[in-house]
């Protein structure tokens, strides 16, 4: 596998889990370019700013402290509780996804 390049892909993770992500291809030695990503599509997150990529091409190095971003607590308590009411996936069950 020596000279193998790895690319990420997504499934629609939220900008924490795309901070992180884009800790990891900074510092993979065979990242490649032209990642996947689909912040631009997200309706909502749990942070308090939109991540760059949701944006623009390019996020570029990271310079806030930890990995960069900073959770909205009262976002974070609202989806929970959503997701509590609702469960995984309301919408393949015919329910509709609020976070009211």
């Known amino acids: 596998m020596e000279g ?3 690319c990420k892909h997504t499934h629609g993770e ?7 992500f884009q800790h990891l ?3 993979a030695p065979n990242a490649c370019l032209g990642h996947q990503q689909t912040a631009q599509m997200m309706e909502d997150d ?3 700013e939109r991540v760059p990529i ?3 091409p390019r996020w570029g190095r990271i310079e806030g402290p930890g990995i960069g971003v900073t959770v909205d607590e009262a976002k ?3 989806y929970d ?4 009411r609702q469960g995984e996936f309301p919408t393949y069950a015919g329910k509709t996804a609020t976070a009211d």
């Open 4 to 6: 193998w390049q790895v």
């Open 14 to 20: 939220f900008g924490l889990a795309a901070a992180a």
């Open 25 to 27: 291809m900074l510092a």
């Open 46 to 48: 749990i942070l308090t």
């Open 54 to 56: 949701a944006d623009g």
């Open 76 to 78: 974070l308590t609202q």
């Open 81 to 84: 509780a959503a997701y509590r």
